[in-house]
Nanobody
Framework: QAQLVESGGGLVQTGGSLRLSCSAS????????AGWFRQAPGKEREFVAM????????FYSDSAKGRFTISRDNAKNTMDLQMTNLKLEDTAVYYC???????????????WGQGTQVTVSS
């Protein structure tokens, strides 16, 4: 049984919005930070946003800052990513991750979801 399941991906036009959700069956999900990453075709997986275990602090990549909002509901064991003003370059598979930690230039996470496709068209 998958421990992290993403939903909400789809096809949207440039300038549009999408809301991604991550549902966690991990019993410890609410105890750790969580985040969103994405991987575009032919590119490496990259960091998008992260939220602390209590939702008190959030962090964003430069490309996500000002357009994306990460949030979580520990009572429901869920995490969302509200994406607005979407651009063609936001097209990617988006992954939910538990307990992300950065070591130098490398990210290590506790668990990955299976990913959800976001396609932005002109």
């Amino acid at each position: 049984q998958a421990q992290l399941v993403e939903s909400g991906g789809g096809l949207v036009q440039t300038g549009g919005s999408l809301r991604l959700s991550c549902s966690a069956s991990l019993p410890t999900f609410s105890s750790y930070a969580a985040g969103w990453f994405r991987q575009a075709p032919g590119k490496e997986r990259e960091f998008v946003a992260m939220i602390t275990w209590d939702g008190g602090r959030t962090f964003y990549s430069d490309s996500a800052k000002g357009r994306f909002t990460i949030s979580r509901d520990n009572a429901k064991n869920t995490m969302d990513l509200q994406m607005t003003n979407l651009k063609l370059e936001d097209t990617a598979v988006y992954y939910c991750a538990s307990d992300p930690n950065k070591f130098g230039n490398e990210w290590k996470v506790g668990s990955w979801g299976q990913g959800t496709q976001v396609t932005v068209s002109s």
